[in-house]
């Protein structure tokens, strides 16, 4: 079954359309591993500052090798003109997929 990586990065609300631009510039990488089944950049609606990027694998070799991958390092490096880093800080959290059910 599968596995869940998510990331919980916190934003503060004066960075966040700075946080949505970068990953729009860095999509497509992620989708090209071998094992990613899923991905998804959840925005905080709730007047949070954590955003959650969610992605799913078909085992936890599948996300290492993401994770050891060039496109891995090249996706999470500064971008080029940054004045300052986005998040104040990260945290990854790990969950085994138990059940899933979509819409028939």
Do not use: C
């Amino acid at each position: 079954m599968s596995v869940v990586r998510i990331n919980a990065i916190n934003v503060p609300a004066e960075r966040a359309e700075a946080m949505a631009a970068r990953f729009a510039a860095r999509a497509g990488q992620v989708d090209k591993t071998d094992g990613f089944e899923e991905f998804q950049l959840l925005r905080p609606s709730d007047g949070r500052d954590t955003w959650l990027v969610y992605t799913r694998w078909a085992d936890q070799e599948s996300f290492d090798g993401w994770v050891a991958s060039q496109a891995f390092n090249q996706g999470h490096a500064k971008p080029e003109g940054a004045q300052a880093p986005v998040a104040t800080g990260s945290e990854l959290w790990a969950f085994d997929l138990e059940q899933h059910t979509t819409r028939a």
